[in-house]
C-alpha cells in the first residue's frame, strides 16, 4: 500500500480547501490600501486614455486600469469612495452605474456594493461543502485555454526574463497577473513543478474563497475574536494541535494525478492495477466507504488504518458525468471486470445542456462544471452579471478582459449557465438531479422545500461512479442483496445498485435528516421495490444487539456502505475543521464500530 498522502505544507494558509475545490475561479485581486481615495492625486489623462500620476502612483496605477476600459474619472472616483480599492466591487459600482445611465428607468439601489451570491434561504448541512469542494480542476478549463495560458507565459518569459530560474520566472508572471507572491510561492510549491498554470490559479482562488467562506457563516457558529475564553482555548489547544500535525507529517499519503482510482471507463491506464488487500479485510461482508479526497493532512491515513488498512481509491467524478466531485472510497470490493451505467451521462457541459451552447460566449472556456454545492448563486448575482454584459455592449468585440475576469469567477464559484443573451443562471434541481445520476424529480414533492432539494443534492453519492465500483456485485448476488447503508443520505447506493439491475432484499437505513429518510421512502414505493426498507435516525441506536438480531433474520449483510459527514473535513468550515476528532466527522468510528461488530457476528455465525 503507498502509504503516502498530500496535505498541508503551511500552517497559515489552507490549501486543502475541498473538491475540494474544484472551483476555478481567479480571485478578487485586493490592493494595498491608499488613503484618501476620493482625491486620487495629480494626474492627466491623454487622448488614449492613457492616466499617468506625479504624486500618488499606486492610486493612479489603481484608476488607470478602470479609465483605460472608458469609465469616467468622476465615477471611478465615487467607486472607490464607496468601496474602497476593491477591483471587483468598484468594477461592479461602475457597471452599475453605467447601465442605470443606460437604463434611466431602473432606480440606483442603496448600496453598490456586492452581497454574498448565496441563495437567501440558504441553510448548512450535514456536510456542508459549499462552495469548497476541491482545490483543483485539471480538465475545466478547457484545453484551448490551458494553451492560451500557457502561451501567455512563453511571451511573457521570452522578453526579458531569461536570467530567472523557472521558478522566479513563474511567480513573476503570477504576480504581474495581480496574484499575491506568498500565495503564488506556497501554490507552486504544493502543485509540483509540472504544474499548469490554471491549476496554480485554482489553488490561489480556493484559498480565498476559504477565506471569504467566513463571511457567510452563521453568526452563532463564527468565533469570537474578541473573546478572551476563545483565545485561551485556542492557545490551550495549540500544543495538541502540532503534536498531531507532526504525528501525521510522518507518512502522507500522495493524491493521484490524475484522480481515477484503479481504473474509469473512459481513461486508459498506464499499466495493469492490481491490488492486494490485507487479510483482516477479506470475506464478508463487503465495505464500502466515501468521503471527500481533500481532507486535512494526515485524515485518509487514519481512516485508512481504522478499516484494517485497506488503500483508498480516489477518483473524480468529471471521467463519469459533466460536472467535477473528488472523494476518496476505502473498499473491500474486486476491481476486475467493473462496467458502467448505461447509457453514459454526458460528459460535458454542452452535451449536458445542449440549449446553452447558442448562449455560450466564446471566452468562457468551460467544459465541466465545479463541484455541485448546498447552495446556489442569488439572483441579483444573476442580475449584476446581465448589467456587467449589458454595459460592454457597446465595445467592439468582446467584453474587456476585467469584465470576462469577474463574469468568469462567478459563473465558476456558482456553476452558471448561460441561458440566454447575458443571461447567466444557476441550475434547476432538475439539471442538479441529472448531474447526479438521479432520476427526475427525486427530490420533488413531499413538502420538501426547494432549498432542501439543494442541501441534499449537494451532500449525495454521484450515482454514476458509485455504481461503477459497485458493479463487481451484479454477478455475486444474482437474487437480490442485503444492505447496511449508514448516512444514507437521499439514497445514492441504493439507486446506484437498483439501476445495476441487483434486486434489493433487504435494507436498513440509518439516516438522521427527515427529509432525507422521506426522499428515499418515496423513491421505494415509487420503483416498486420487493424488498424491506428498514430505516433508523440515529446510528447509535445500531449496538451489538440490534445488528445480531438483524443478521439473525436476514442471514447477514452482504454490503456496508455509506459515507460519514464531512463537516470538519472540508475546507470550507473555517472555524470547526477538526479532521476526524470533529463533533460531525468523528461518526466515522461509529462507521468503523458497526463494520467490525458486523464482521464479527457474521464470522460466529459460519464457525
Same mark, same amino acid.
Given at each position: 500500500m503507498d502509504n503516502s498522502f498530500s496535505g498541508e505544507d503551511n500552517d497559515n494558509i489552507d490549501w486543502d480547501t475541498e473538491d475540494e475545490l474544484e472551483i476555478q475561479e481567479i480571485p478578487d485581486t485586493t490592493f494595498s490600501s491608499c488613503t484618501n481615495l476620493r482625491n486620487v492625486g495629480h494626474h492627466t489623462v491623454s487622448g488614449h486614455g492613457e492616466a499617468s500620476s506625479s504624486s500618488v502612483p499606486c492610486q493612479s496605477k489603481f484608476i488607470q486600469q478602470f479609465i483605460v476600459m472608458g469609465f469616467p474619472e468622476e465615477s471611478i472616483a465615487k467607486a472607490i469612495e464607496q468601496n474602497g480599492e476593491n477591483e471587483g466591487l468598484v468594477l461592479d459600482a461602475l457597471l452599475t452605474f453605467k447601465a442605470l445611465e443606460d437604463s434611466p428607468e431602473e432606480q440606483p439601489s442603496t448600496s453598490a456594493q456586492m452581497e454574498p451570491s448565496i441563495s437567501s434561504d440558504d441553510s448548512s448541512s450535514q456536510c456542508n461543502e459549499n462552495i469548497l469542494d476541491d482545490v483543483y480542476e485539471d480538465d475545466s478549463w478547457s484545453s484551448d485555454s490551458d494553451n492560451c495560458m500557457n502561451s501567455a507565459k512563453q511571451t511573457y518569459l521570452n522578453d526579458d526574463h531569461s536570467s530567472l530560474s523557472e521558478n522566479e520566472n513563474s511567480l513573476l508572471f503570477l504576480a504581474n497577473m495581480g496574484y499575491p507572491?506568498?500565495?503564488?510561492? &506556497? +501554490?507552486?510549491?504544493?502543485?509540483?513543478p509540472e504544474a499548469s498554470f490554471s491549476e496554480l490559479i485554482d489553488f490561489m482562488c480556493a484559498a480565498q474563497m476559504a477565506r471569504e467562506e467566513d463571511v457567510y457563516l452563521p453568526e452563532d457558529e463564527k468565533p469570537k475574536l474578541n473573546s478572551g475564553g476563545y483565545k485561551r482555548k485556542m492557545y490551550n489547544e495549540l500544543p495538541v494541535r502540532k503534536k498531531q500535525r507532526a504525528i501525521t507529517d510522518e507518512e502522507p499519503i500522495h493524491l493521484p494525478r490524475p484522480m481515477i482510482g484503479f481504473g474509469v471507463p473512459t481513461e486508459s491506464l498506464p +499499466? &495493469?492495477?492490481?491490488?492486494?488487500?490485507? *487479510?483482516? +479485510? &477479506?470475506g464478508p461482508p463487503f465495505f464500502y466507504y466515501e468521503n471527500v479526497a481533500l481532507a486535512p493532512k494526515g485524515v485518509w491515513d487514519t481512516m485508512s488504518r481504522f478499516l484494517y488498512d485497506v488503500e483508498p481509491e480516489f477518483v473524480d467524478s468529471k471521467y463519469f458525468c459533466a460536472t467535477a466531485r473528488k472523494r476518496g472510497y476505502i473498499h473491500n470490493l474486486p476491481i476486475e471486470d467493473r462496467f458502467p451505467l448505461l447509457p453514459l451521462p454526458p460528459r460535458t457541459i454542452h452535451e449536458a445542456f445542449p440549449l446553452t451552447k447558442k448562449w455560450w460566449p466564446s471566452w468562457d472556456t468551460r467544459t465541466k462544471l465545479n463541484c455541485l454545492q448546498t447552495s446556489i448563486g442569488s439572483a441579483r448575482l444573476a442580475d449584476r452579471i446581465r448589467k456587467a454584459m449589458k454595459a460592454m455592449e457597446n465595445f467592439d468585440g468582446e467584453p474587456p478582459l476585467m469584465v470576462q475576469k469577474y463574469v468568469l469567477d462567478e459563473c465558476r464559484k456558482w456553476n452558471l449557465?448561460?441561458?440566454?443573451?447575458?443571461? +447567466?443562471?444557476?441550475?434547476?434541481?432538475?439539471?442538479? *438531479?441529472m448531474l447526479m445520476g438521479f432520476p427526475r424529480n427525486h427530490t420533488r414533492g413531499g413538502g420538501i422545500s426547494r432549498t432542501d432539494r439543494y442541501k441534499s443534492l449537494g451532500n449525495a453519492f454521484q450515482v454514476d461512479t458509485v455504481a461503477y465500483h459497485l458493479s463487481v456485485l451484479k454477478d455475486l448476488y444474482p437474487n437480490g442483496i442485503n444492505v447496511l447503508s449508514l448516512f444514507s443520505g437521499i439514497g445514492g447506493a441504493e439507486v446506484a445498485l437498483y439501476r445495476l439491475g441487483i434486486p434489493l432484499n433487504n435494507v436498513v437505513s440509518v439516516e438522521i435528516s427527515e427529509v432525507n429518510r422521506n426522499i428515499l421512502r418515496s423513491w421505494w414505493e415509487q420503483t416498486n421495490q420487493k424488498g424491506n426498507l428498514i430505516d433508523?435516525?440515529? &446510528?447509535?441506536?445500531?449496538?451489538?444487539d440490534v445488528l445480531e438480531q438483524m443478521i439473525d433474520s436476514f442471514g447477514g449483510f452482504d454490503l456496508v456502505i455509506g459515507g460519514s459527514p464531512c463537516n470538519n473535513l472540508t475546507g470550507s468550515n473555517r472555524v470547526t475543521r477538526d479532521g476526524l476528532e470533529g463533533k460531525d466527522s468523528s461518526l466515522f468510528y461509529d462507521y468503523v464500530r458497526i463494520v467490525d461488530l458486523v464482521k464479527s457476528i457474521m464470522s460466529n455465525r459460519r464457525v
Open positions: 507572491a506568498e500565495e503564488a510561492s &506556497i +501554490a507552486m510549491e504544493r502543485c509540483g +499499466a &495493469i492495477v492490481q491490488r492486494t488487500l490485507p *487479510e483482516q +479485510a &477479506i449557465l448561460w441561458v440566454g443573451r447575458n443571461k +447567466a443562471s444557476p441550475l434547476e434541481t432538475d439539471e442538479f *438531479e433508523f435516525n440515529d &446510528i447509535q441506536q445500531l449496538n451489538g
